[in-house]
Antibody, heavy 119, light 114 residues
Framework: QVQLVESGGGVVQPGGSLRLSCAAS????????MHWVRQAPGKGLEWVAF????????YYGDSVRGRFTISRDNSNSTLYLQMNSLRPDDTAVYYC????????????WGQGALVTVSS | DIVMTQSPDSLAVSLGERATINCKSS????????????LAWYQQKPGQPPKLLIS???TRESGVPDRFSGSGSGTDFTLTISSLQAEDVAVYYC??????????FGGGTKVEIK
């Protein structure tokens, strides 16, 4: 069965950095593009970033472009999100999610990692 | 970017009654090559991640009860819960995948028991 397990969340001061990991299992990780989606407390879903299966292309939402970097290690079936210059409005639960093979709907989600940016 | 607008923001429905959630896209999300609409519906229960319910506007995922149905085409879509059960209390989101990136979601509709 598909499993996505995020780690690396925590409390960080404004301007700080944090790296999230997402360990994948139960599917051929190197075949699928992967997304990060976040959800601020009590708010809706916001798409953050996407990476192709072979890491050839990456895309970012406007609010994180230039500060966040998505990457992957296909040999270890792990997805990453490096977050720099963090701001209080980056406070959210961050989900990694697997896309369907050809289309960008998200058929499996992790449980999420909480990132709190506060002084 | 395609903007997704859901209505209502919340609704309270009696057990066994019908719940209807609307989702409107700012442009058509009908993929003409296959005549299918690039719209997904997700269910998010409290404290849980979203779960994919429906893709292609009307195709239920495996294991999703048949009381959930999706309909619509072009720019206007509906998620219907035909007979609300207690376990259906959740927030429901629509998402377009016609033009990505970015993935864009509706603002969510909270379904509660009246």
């Amino acid at each position: 069965q598909v499993q996505l397990v995020e780690s690396g969340g925590g409390v960080v001061q404004p301007g700080g950095s944090l790296r999230l990991s997402c360990a994948a299992s139960g599917f051929s990780f190197n075949t699928y593009g992967m997304h990060w989606v976040r959800q601020a407390p009590g708010k809706g879903l916001e798409w953050v970033a996407f990476i192709h299966s072979d890491a050839s292309n990456t895309y970012y939402g406007d609010s994180v472009r230039g500060r966040f970097t998505i990457s992957r290690d296909n040999s270890n079936s792990t997805l990453y999100l490096q977050m720099n210059s963090l701001r209080p409005d980056d406070t959210a639960v961050y989900y990694c999610a697997k896309k369907e093979y050809n289309w960008d709907y998200l058929d499996y989600w992790g449980q999420g990692a909480l990132v709190t940016v506060s002084s | 970017d395609i903007v997704m607008t859901q209505s209502p923001d919340s609704l309270a429905v009696s057990l066994g009654e019908r719940a209807t959630i609307n989702c409107k896209s700012s442009q058509s999300i009908l993929y003409s090559s296959s005549n299918r609409n690039c719209l997904a519906w997700y269910q998010q229960k409290p404290g849980q991640p979203p779960k994919l319910l429906i893709s292609w506007a009307s195709t239920r995922e495996s294991g999703v009860p048949d009381r959930f149905s999706g309909s619509g085409s072009g720019t206007d879509f509906t998620l219907t819960i035909s007979s609300l059960q207690a376990e259906d209390v959740a927030v429901y989101y629509c998402q377009q995948y016609y033009t990505t990136p970015p993935l864009t979601f509706g603002g969510g509709t909270k379904v509660e028991i009246k």
